[in-house]
Nanobody, 125 residues
Framework: QVQLVESGGGLVQAGDSLRLSCAAS????????MGWFRQAPGKEREFVAA????????VYADSVKGRFTISRDNAKNTVYLQMNSLKPEDTAVYYC??????????????????WGQGTQVTVSS
C-alpha cells in the first residue's frame, strides 16, 4: 500500500512559477517510477511528466516540455514538479501517481497503481 499526498498548488498569474510536491509513504519509495497527471475542468485527465525510480529517465508531455521539471528525492520520499512560465491552460487539478507494474515509467494513466488526491493549480491571465 502506498499513500500519496500532493501539496504546493495555488492561484498564480500567467508567467509565474509553482513547485508541487508529492510525499509518499508505505512501500519503498525508491523502488518505483512516479508520474504527474492533470485534469482541467470538463476534460480528461492527461499525462504531464514521469520519472524513473532512479531519476535517470524522464519524459514530458509536449505541452509542458521546456517549462516543467520533474525530479525526486528518494531520501525524502518525495517527487516534485517545478512549473515555470505558467499559462492559463495549465489550470487543472494535478495528481501524482506511483507505478508498480513492470516496464518502467509510462505515460498511460492505467499503468499507475496509486494516486494522490490532487492539488489545484489555477493560472489567471
Amino acid at each position: 500500500q502506498v499513500q500519496l499526498v500532493e501539496s504546493g498548488g495555488g492561484l498564480v498569474q500567467a508567467g509565474d512559477s509553482l513547485r508541487l510536491s508529492c510525499a509518499a509513504s508505505g512501500r519503498t519509495f525508491r523502488s518505483y517510477p512516479m508520474g504527474w497527471f492533470r485534469q482541467a475542468p470538463g476534460k480528461e485527465r492527461e499525462f504531464v511528466a514521469a520519472i524513473s525510480w532512479s531519476g535517470g529517465n524522464i519524459v514530458y508531455a509536449d505541452s509542458v516540455k521546456g517549462r516543467f521539471t520533474i525530479s525526486r528525492d528518494n531520501a525524502k520520499n518525495t517527487v516534485y514538479l517545478q512549473m515555470n512560465s505558467l499559462k492559463p491552460e495549465d489550470t487543472a487539478v494535478y495528481y501524482c501517481a506511483a507505478k508498480f507494474t513492470v516496464g518502467g515509467m509510462a505515460r498511460e494513466e492505467y499503468q499507475y497503481d496509486y494516486w494522490g488526491q490532487g492539488t489545484q493549480v489555477t493560472v489567471s491571465s
